[in-house]
């Protein structure tokens, strides 16, 4: 499998930012999407996950502020971004796995990654 994400930039704080993920090579609706993201020096962490069933959890850092969507016809997985703040600053990063559910937000249950997007808050 294959990822692709788009859709990072410079945005200010309280802004908005929708990042896209294309899977291509494997069965994408069987999959549970997720989104992580990283900064230097620190490991990188969950931000979001869409499981095949289409059920959502969120870090608690982003509750209420991102939503997490996908498109099993276009293959795509979407992270609304909005109430932007400079600490969600970061490269963001796409997956695909099969993660259970007491295991959801461990990166290593994630076999597929993107290359990243940055995303920078900033005045």
């Known amino acids: 499998v294959q990822l692709v994400e788009s859709g990072g930039g410079l945005v200010q704080p309280g802004g908005s930012l929708r990042l896209s993920c294309v899977a291509s090579g494997g069965t994408f609706s069987s999959y549970g999407m997720g989104w992580f993201r990283q900064v230097p020096g620190k490991e990188r962490e969950f931000v979001a996950v869409i499981r095949a069933t289409k059920t959502t959890h969120y870090a608690d850092s982003v509750q209420g502020r991102f939503a997490i969507s996908r498109d099993n016809v276009k293959n795509t997985v979407y992270l609304q971004m909005d109430a932007l703040k400079p600490e969600d600053t970061a490269t963001y990063y796409c997956?695909?796995?099969?993660?259970?559910?007491?295991?959801?937000?461990?990166?290593?249950?994630?076999?597929?990654w993107g290359q990243g997007t940055q995303v920078t808050v900033s005045s």
């Open positions: 997956a695909a796995g099969r993660p259970i559910l007491s295991a959801i937000r461990d990166r290593n249950m994630y076999y597929y």
